[in-house]
């Protein structure tokens, strides 16, 4: 099973920021499509965002505009610039980098 850990979340009013990290300190991380999800109460998990390997980026509707994703290959980590964030971004995202998942953090949006 492949290590990964997120880090980064936490609560914060809406307006606010955050940075999700993602490291994967095990695979060959250059070479890997890598995505973000989440997951909100009482709902069915949703694709976020999506770094490809030559760093090309896709957004979901949703958060185009807000949110940023990006990669150091150096570090093995993903990262999730949220900006703006509102209310309905409350889930548990979820980091999916090669063959490994994240467990799940978890991001309050909440005045």
């Known amino acids: 099973q492949v290590q990964v850990v997120e880090s980064g979340g936490g609560l914060v009013q809406p307006g606010g920021s955050l940075r999700l990290s993602c490291v994967a300190p095990?695979?060959?991380?250059?070479?890997?499509?890598m995505n973000w999800e989440r997951q909100a109460p009482g709902l069915q998990r949703e694709w976020v965002a999506r770094i490809s390997s030559w760093d090309a980026t896709t957004y979901a509707e949703s958060v185009k505009g807000r949110f940023t994703i990006s990669r150091d290959n150096a570090k093995n980590t993903l990262y999730l610039q949220m900006n703006n964030l509102k209310p309905n971004d409350t889930a548990v995202y979820y980091c999916?980098?090669?063959?490994?998942w994240g467990p799940g953090i978890q991001v309050t949006v909440s005045s």
């Open positions: 095990e695979i060959n991380f250059r070479i890997y499509v």
């Open positions: 999916h980098v090669g063959p490994g």
